[in-house]
């Protein structure tokens, strides 16, 4: 079946769809129609009564179906386009999105974790207070119900000193004062007179 005609042949108006036996025919196409059709479309001309041009610009600026078929074709081309570049904008927005919403994820839990941290050190520091109180409680209690001293830890003893280790002080010279020195010891010396002396 060519177009413009059905399976027996016949010719189809090309505003219709329906047989027609007669009616003009387009110079330019070859599109029939029936005379009642073709006087329907704004842009066809007649020539006479067989002939006519609906692929003509009229008067008015209106162009041809062929020409308006490829522009809107071309308008869909882009409309198609367009559509399919906001689908990619909107992609990558999910996507942004999902990382933002798992950034605040993240920033809630470190939040509670701080808080939990933060409320742990000041339970440390009240703790800590509270074991200084007592401490310096107890020390005021012995400073004044205990007469005897303090004892002092091994290791905040006072470190040893020359005094400490036996090296002569006032106590050491009164023990050497108080010593008993061995007797006296008698050496005889020679001498030309015959005399003989003592020394110590």
Excluded at 108 to 116: D, F
Excluded at 153 to 179: C, E, H, I, Y
């Amino acid at each position: 079946m060519s177009d413009g005609a059905d399976a027996s042949g016949q010719a189809l108006c090309k505003k219709c769809k329906k047989q027609t036996n007669s009616g003009p025919k387009c110079i330019t196409c070859g599109a029939n129609y029936h005379t009642s059709c073709a006087k329907l479309i704004k842009k066809a001309k007649f020539i006479n009564d067989n002939e006519v041009n609906c692929c003509a610009v009229s008067d008015t600026g209106e162009i041809s179906d062929c020409e308006s078929l490829a522009q809107s074709e071309d308008t869909f081309c882009s409309l198609r386009n367009e559509i399919k570049y906001l689908k990619t904008i909107i992609d990558h927005k999910d996507v942004i999105i999902k990382e933002l919403d798992e950034k605040i994820h993240l920033l809630k839990v470190n939040a509670a974790l701080r808080e939990v941290i933060e409320g742990q050190l000041k339970n440390d520091r009240d703790n800590g207070k509270e074991v200084r109180e007592k401490v310096n409680a107890g020390k005021q209690a012995w400073l004044i119900n205990s007469d005897e001293p303090p004892k002092v830890p091994f290791n905040l003893q006072r470190p040893a000193t020359m005094m400490d280790k036996g090296l002569p002080n006032s106590k050491n010279l009164t023990k050497n004062r108080d010593r008993t020195f061995p007797p006296t010891l008698q050496v005889t010396i020679p001498s030309t007179s015959g005399v003989s002396t003592a020394a110590e």
